[in-house]
Protein backbone atom coordinates (compact mmCIF):
# COMPACT_ATOMS: atom_id res chain seq x y z
CA UNK A 1 0.00 0.00 0.00
CA UNK A 2 0.79 2.80 -0.99
CA UNK A 3 0.94 6.01 1.49
CA UNK A 4 1.52 10.02 0.90
CA UNK A 5 0.95 12.54 3.28
CA UNK A 6 -0.63 16.34 2.93
CA UNK A 7 1.09 18.84 5.33
CA UNK A 8 4.83 18.29 5.71
CA UNK A 9 4.80 19.52 9.22
CA UNK A 10 6.03 17.86 12.72
CA UNK A 11 3.56 14.89 12.41
CA UNK A 12 3.49 13.92 9.20
CA UNK A 13 7.25 14.40 8.78
CA UNK A 14 7.48 12.22 12.07
CA UNK A 15 5.39 9.80 10.93
CA UNK A 16 5.78 9.08 7.75
CA UNK A 17 9.64 8.12 8.71
CA UNK A 18 8.21 6.41 11.53
CA UNK A 19 5.97 4.19 8.92
CA UNK A 20 9.22 4.25 6.23
CA UNK A 21 11.87 2.87 8.88
CA UNK A 22 9.13 0.09 9.81
CA UNK A 23 9.15 -0.56 5.70
CA UNK A 24 5.60 1.41 4.33
CA UNK A 25 6.26 2.26 1.66
CA UNK A 26 5.61 6.14 1.82
CA UNK A 27 5.09 7.78 -1.62
CA UNK A 28 5.70 11.38 -0.18
CA UNK A 29 4.44 14.67 0.73
CA UNK A 30 2.89 17.42 -0.79
CA UNK A 31 2.59 21.01 1.61
CA UNK A 32 1.07 24.37 1.72
CA UNK A 33 5.05 25.29 1.00
CA UNK A 34 7.44 23.41 -1.15
CA UNK A 35 10.01 23.94 0.97
CA UNK A 36 8.36 21.73 3.83
CA UNK A 37 7.63 18.99 1.45
CA UNK A 38 11.30 19.11 0.50
CA UNK A 39 12.21 18.74 3.54
CA UNK A 40 10.05 15.95 4.61
CA UNK A 41 10.74 14.26 1.38
CA UNK A 42 14.47 14.15 1.83
CA UNK A 43 13.63 13.19 6.12
CA UNK A 44 12.22 9.85 4.71
CA UNK A 45 13.48 9.51 1.91
CA UNK A 46 10.47 10.21 -0.31
CA UNK A 47 9.29 12.35 -3.15
CA UNK A 48 8.09 15.74 -2.86
CA UNK A 49 4.93 16.83 -5.04
CA UNK A 50 4.22 20.20 -6.35
CA UNK A 51 1.04 19.12 -7.68
CA UNK A 52 -1.67 17.25 -4.85
CA UNK A 53 -2.80 15.29 -8.10
CA UNK A 54 0.50 13.29 -8.67
CA UNK A 55 0.32 12.81 -4.20
CA UNK A 56 -3.72 11.74 -4.31
CA UNK A 57 -2.48 9.23 -7.98
CA UNK A 58 0.39 7.70 -5.67
CA UNK A 59 -1.72 6.46 -2.82
CA UNK A 60 -3.37 4.46 -1.53
CA UNK A 61 -4.23 5.92 1.79
CA UNK A 62 -3.61 9.45 1.94
CA UNK A 63 -2.68 11.48 5.19
CA UNK A 64 -3.96 15.09 6.19
CA UNK A 65 -1.60 16.00 8.61
CA UNK A 66 -2.26 20.01 7.97
CA UNK A 67 -3.20 21.81 11.23
CA UNK A 68 -6.42 21.13 12.67
CA UNK A 69 -8.33 23.90 10.89
CA UNK A 70 -6.99 23.04 7.64
CA UNK A 71 -8.22 19.47 7.26
CA UNK A 72 -11.64 19.96 6.15
CA UNK A 73 -11.04 22.48 3.63
CA UNK A 74 -8.10 20.51 2.10
CA UNK A 75 -11.12 17.49 1.98
CA UNK A 76 -12.98 19.99 0.05
CA UNK A 77 -10.44 20.61 -2.76
CA UNK A 78 -9.89 16.99 -3.03
CA UNK A 79 -13.34 16.39 -3.25
CA UNK A 80 -14.18 19.36 -5.46
CA UNK A 81 -10.94 19.02 -7.49
CA UNK A 82 -12.24 15.69 -8.12
CA UNK A 83 -9.10 14.25 -6.77
CA UNK A 84 -10.03 11.19 -4.93
CA UNK A 85 -10.41 7.49 -6.38
CA UNK A 86 -13.34 5.02 -5.10
CA UNK A 87 -11.27 2.75 -2.44
CA UNK A 88 -8.80 4.99 -1.20
CA UNK A 89 -8.70 5.90 2.60
CA UNK A 90 -8.39 9.23 3.91
CA UNK A 91 -6.97 10.09 7.51
CA UNK A 92 -6.47 12.90 9.79
CA UNK A 93 -4.20 12.60 12.76
CA UNK A 94 -6.21 15.21 15.05
CA UNK A 95 -7.18 14.65 18.04
CA UNK A 96 -9.80 17.41 18.44
CA UNK A 97 -12.16 15.72 15.70
CA UNK A 98 -13.79 12.81 14.28
CA UNK A 99 -13.79 11.28 11.51
CA UNK A 100 -16.65 13.18 10.27
CA UNK A 101 -15.06 15.76 9.16
CA UNK A 102 -13.99 14.16 6.23
CA UNK A 103 -17.54 12.98 5.56
CA UNK A 104 -17.63 14.20 2.08
CA UNK A 105 -14.83 11.87 0.87
CA UNK A 106 -17.41 8.88 1.50
CA UNK A 107 -19.29 9.99 -1.38
CA UNK A 108 -16.68 9.87 -3.14
CA UNK A 109 -16.10 6.12 -2.49
CA UNK A 110 -13.51 6.65 -0.01
CA UNK A 111 -13.03 5.28 3.81
CA UNK A 112 -11.86 7.77 6.12
CA UNK A 113 -10.45 7.72 10.19
CA UNK A 114 -9.03 9.68 12.63
CA UNK A 115 -5.51 8.17 13.55
CA UNK A 116 -4.56 10.12 17.08
CA UNK A 117 -1.02 9.75 18.55
CA UNK A 118 -0.73 9.98 22.23
CA UNK A 119 2.16 12.30 22.04
CA UNK A 120 3.58 15.66 22.02
CA UNK A 121 5.40 16.18 18.53
CA UNK A 122 8.11 19.04 19.22
CA UNK A 123 11.05 18.16 17.52
CA UNK A 124 11.18 15.78 14.57
CA UNK A 125 13.79 13.30 15.49
CA UNK A 126 13.05 13.03 18.93
CA UNK A 127 9.22 12.49 17.87
CA UNK A 128 10.19 9.67 15.79
CA UNK A 129 11.77 8.17 18.96
CA UNK A 130 9.00 8.27 21.12
CA UNK A 131 6.63 6.88 18.52
CA UNK A 132 7.62 3.57 19.66
CA UNK A 133 6.23 3.47 22.51
CA UNK A 134 3.07 5.79 21.46
CA UNK A 135 -0.44 4.61 22.14
CA UNK A 136 -2.89 5.53 19.23
CA UNK A 137 -6.59 5.94 18.70
CA UNK A 138 -8.30 4.55 16.03
CA UNK A 139 -12.09 5.56 14.60
CA UNK A 140 -13.76 6.03 11.90
CA UNK A 141 -15.39 3.37 9.24
CA UNK A 142 -15.03 -0.44 9.45
CA UNK A 143 -15.08 -1.60 6.04
CA UNK A 144 -10.82 -1.03 6.21
CA UNK A 145 -10.31 0.02 9.71
CA UNK A 146 -8.60 -3.34 9.78
CA UNK A 147 -6.03 -1.25 7.07
CA UNK A 148 -4.79 1.01 9.90
CA UNK A 149 -4.96 -1.73 12.54
CA UNK A 150 -2.26 -3.64 11.01
CA UNK A 151 -0.10 -1.17 10.60
CA UNK A 152 0.03 -0.38 14.13
CA UNK A 153 0.09 -3.84 14.80
CA UNK A 154 3.00 -4.26 12.11
CA UNK A 155 4.96 -1.42 13.89
CA UNK A 156 4.00 -2.88 17.70
CA UNK A 157 2.31 0.05 18.96
CA UNK A 158 -0.69 -0.10 20.78
CA UNK A 159 -3.79 1.65 20.07
CA UNK A 160 -7.80 2.00 21.07
CA UNK A 161 -10.65 1.62 18.92
CA UNK A 162 -13.19 4.35 19.90
CA UNK A 163 -16.29 5.72 18.27
CA UNK A 164 -16.81 9.30 16.66
CA UNK A 165 -19.21 10.19 18.76
CA UNK A 166 -16.46 8.71 22.13
CA UNK A 167 -14.10 10.96 19.93
CA UNK A 168 -14.20 14.27 22.25
CA UNK A 169 -13.91 12.47 25.46
CA UNK A 170 -11.41 10.58 25.08
CA UNK A 171 -9.70 14.39 23.26
CA UNK A 172 -10.55 15.93 26.53
CA UNK A 173 -9.28 13.31 28.64
CA UNK A 174 -5.89 14.00 27.19
CA UNK A 175 -6.06 17.38 27.25
CA UNK A 176 -6.88 17.62 31.22
CA UNK A 177 -3.98 14.81 32.29
CA UNK A 178 -1.43 16.87 29.99
CA UNK A 179 -2.57 20.93 29.35
CA UNK A 180 -4.39 20.92 32.98
CA UNK A 181 -1.54 19.18 34.34
CA UNK A 182 1.09 22.24 33.42
CA UNK A 183 -2.16 24.45 34.67
CA UNK A 184 -1.77 22.63 38.44
CA UNK A 185 2.14 23.06 37.98
CA UNK A 186 1.43 27.02 37.70
CA UNK A 187 -0.49 26.79 40.67
CA UNK A 188 1.55 25.41 42.93
CA UNK A 189 4.32 27.41 42.09
CA UNK A 190 2.32 30.90 42.16
CA UNK A 191 2.09 29.37 46.10
CA UNK A 192 5.60 29.38 46.37
CA UNK A 193 5.57 32.72 44.78
CA UNK A 194 3.70 34.41 47.02
CA UNK A 195 6.06 33.26 49.87
CA UNK A 196 9.05 34.46 47.89
CA UNK A 197 10.17 30.59 46.01
CA UNK A 198 10.88 31.62 42.39
CA UNK A 199 9.29 29.27 39.33
CA UNK A 200 13.32 27.85 38.64
CA UNK A 201 13.94 26.73 42.41
CA UNK A 202 10.13 25.81 42.97
CA UNK A 203 9.92 23.45 40.45
CA UNK A 204 13.32 22.22 41.06
CA UNK A 205 12.17 21.50 44.37
CA UNK A 206 8.81 20.19 43.99
CA UNK A 207 10.22 17.97 41.09
CA UNK A 208 10.95 14.74 42.78
CA UNK A 209 7.42 15.00 44.70
CA UNK A 210 5.74 15.00 41.38
CA UNK A 211 8.02 12.22 39.95
CA UNK A 212 7.39 10.26 42.89
CA UNK A 213 3.61 10.82 42.59
CA UNK A 214 3.46 9.54 38.82
CA UNK A 215 5.50 6.34 39.62
CA UNK A 216 2.86 5.65 42.43
CA UNK A 217 0.47 6.20 39.78
CA UNK A 218 1.96 3.65 37.65
CA UNK A 219 2.67 0.62 40.29
CA UNK A 220 -0.26 1.70 42.11
CA UNK A 221 -2.92 3.13 40.18
CA UNK A 222 -4.72 6.37 41.98
CA UNK A 223 -6.64 5.38 44.76
CA UNK A 224 -3.80 3.66 46.12
CA UNK A 225 -1.27 6.30 45.23
CA UNK A 226 -2.91 9.33 47.07
CA UNK A 227 -1.27 10.27 50.09
CA UNK A 228 -1.56 13.23 51.97
CA UNK A 229 -3.70 15.15 54.46
CA UNK A 230 -7.03 14.48 52.97
CA UNK A 231 -6.08 10.61 52.28
CA UNK A 232 -5.50 10.56 56.09
CA UNK A 233 -8.40 12.82 57.18
CA UNK A 234 -6.68 15.34 58.47
CA UNK A 235 -9.40 18.11 58.78
CA UNK A 236 -7.15 20.71 60.99
CA UNK A 237 -4.58 20.54 58.38
CA UNK A 238 -6.77 21.28 55.37
CA UNK A 239 -8.18 24.25 57.55
CA UNK A 240 -5.20 25.44 57.38
CA UNK A 241 -4.52 25.00 54.01
CA UNK A 242 -7.87 27.22 53.16
CA UNK A 243 -7.09 29.89 55.76
CA UNK A 244 -3.75 30.48 54.72
CA UNK A 245 -4.42 30.49 51.15
CA UNK A 246 -7.47 32.56 51.57
CA UNK A 247 -5.39 35.23 52.93
CA UNK A 248 -3.76 35.59 49.66
CA UNK A 249 -5.80 35.24 46.33
CA UNK A 250 -9.38 34.32 46.97
CA UNK A 251 -9.80 32.81 42.87
CA UNK A 252 -6.35 30.40 44.09
CA UNK A 253 -8.54 29.35 47.17
CA UNK A 254 -11.62 28.14 44.68
CA UNK A 255 -9.16 25.82 42.73
CA UNK A 256 -7.98 24.58 46.02
CA UNK A 257 -11.61 23.62 47.17
CA UNK A 258 -12.44 22.48 44.08
CA UNK A 259 -9.98 20.04 43.85
CA UNK A 260 -10.12 19.13 47.32
CA UNK A 261 -13.36 17.82 46.71
CA UNK A 262 -12.08 15.86 43.80
CA UNK A 263 -9.44 14.36 45.53
CA UNK A 264 -11.89 13.66 48.91
CA UNK A 265 -14.27 11.53 46.37
CA UNK A 266 -11.20 9.43 45.15
CA UNK A 267 -10.00 9.35 48.96
CA UNK A 268 -13.82 8.00 50.09
CA UNK A 269 -13.21 5.90 47.30
CA UNK A 270 -10.05 4.03 48.82
CA UNK A 271 -8.05 5.26 51.61
CA UNK A 272 -10.60 7.22 54.03
CA UNK A 273 -13.08 5.08 55.45
CA UNK A 274 -13.64 7.54 58.62
CA UNK A 275 -17.08 8.66 57.99
CA UNK A 276 -17.10 11.93 60.63
CA UNK A 277 -14.21 13.17 58.86
CA UNK A 278 -15.19 12.79 55.40
CA UNK A 279 -18.33 14.49 56.24
CA UNK A 280 -16.60 17.26 58.16
CA UNK A 281 -14.05 17.41 55.11
CA UNK A 282 -16.94 17.81 52.83
CA UNK A 283 -18.42 20.75 54.98
CA UNK A 284 -15.28 23.16 54.41
CA UNK A 285 -14.41 21.95 50.76
CA UNK A 286 -17.74 22.32 49.44
CA UNK A 287 -18.27 26.13 50.23
CA UNK A 288 -17.01 27.62 47.22
CA UNK A 289 -17.37 30.51 45.07
CA UNK A 290 -18.79 30.25 41.57
CA UNK A 291 -15.41 31.12 39.95
CA UNK A 292 -17.32 33.36 37.17
CA UNK A 293 -19.00 35.42 39.95
CA UNK A 294 -15.42 36.22 40.95
CA UNK A 295 -12.87 36.73 38.51
CA UNK A 296 -13.47 39.35 35.99
CA UNK A 297 -11.63 39.60 32.79
CA UNK A 298 -10.14 42.66 31.50
CA UNK A 299 -11.85 45.08 29.60
N1 LIG B 1 2.04 18.44 17.39
C1 LIG B 1 1.52 17.54 18.18
O1 LIG B 1 1.99 17.35 19.31
C2 LIG B 1 0.37 16.69 17.72
C3 LIG B 1 0.08 15.52 18.43
C4 LIG B 1 -0.95 14.69 17.98
C5 LIG B 1 -1.68 15.05 16.86
N2 LIG B 1 -1.38 16.22 16.20
C6 LIG B 1 -2.18 16.54 15.01
O2 LIG B 1 -1.39 16.36 13.85
C7 LIG B 1 -1.79 17.30 12.84
C8 LIG B 1 -0.57 18.08 12.37
O3 LIG B 1 -0.01 18.79 13.45
P1 LIG B 1 1.50 19.32 13.42
O4 LIG B 1 1.88 19.59 14.83
O5 LIG B 1 2.33 18.42 12.58
O6 LIG B 1 1.30 20.71 12.67
P2 LIG B 1 2.42 21.59 11.95
O7 LIG B 1 3.79 21.20 12.41
O8 LIG B 1 1.98 23.00 12.12
O9 LIG B 1 2.31 21.17 10.45
C9 LIG B 1 1.20 21.43 9.66
C10 LIG B 1 1.67 21.38 8.22
O10 LIG B 1 0.51 21.48 7.40
C11 LIG B 1 0.86 22.24 6.27
N3 LIG B 1 -0.36 22.87 5.74
C12 LIG B 1 -1.16 23.78 6.32
N4 LIG B 1 -2.21 24.07 5.52
C13 LIG B 1 -2.05 23.32 4.41
C14 LIG B 1 -2.79 23.17 3.21
N5 LIG B 1 -3.93 23.85 3.01
N6 LIG B 1 -2.34 22.31 2.29
C15 LIG B 1 -1.21 21.60 2.47
N7 LIG B 1 -0.44 21.71 3.58
C16 LIG B 1 -0.86 22.56 4.53
C17 LIG B 1 1.85 23.27 6.76
O11 LIG B 1 2.56 23.59 5.62
P3 LIG B 1 3.87 24.43 5.31
O12 LIG B 1 4.90 24.05 6.31
O13 LIG B 1 4.18 23.92 3.97
O14 LIG B 1 3.49 25.87 5.39
C18 LIG B 1 2.61 22.51 7.84
O15 LIG B 1 3.80 21.95 7.37
C19 LIG B 1 -2.88 18.15 13.46
O16 LIG B 1 -4.12 17.63 13.11
C20 LIG B 1 -2.64 17.99 14.95
O17 LIG B 1 -3.81 18.15 15.73
C21 LIG B 1 -0.38 17.03 16.60
Known sequence: MNIGFIGAGKVGTAFGKYLSNNHFSVKGYYSRSKKSAERAADFTGSNAYCNINDLTQHSDIIFITTNDDEISRVCKMLINGDLLTQGQILVHMSGASSSRILEGAKERGCFIYSLHPLQAFA????????????????????????????????????????????????????????????????????????????????????????????????????????????????????????????????KELDFYKLMGSMTLDLAKSGKLNDRNKAEKMEEILGDRIKIGEKISLPE
Open 123 to 250: DIGKAVEDLHHTVFSIEGDCEKIHVLQEILESTGNKYFNISSDQKSIYHAAACVVSNYLVTLMDYGLSLFEAIGINNHDGFKALYPLIEGSLKNIASLGTKEALTGPIARGDVKTIEGHIEAIGDIFL
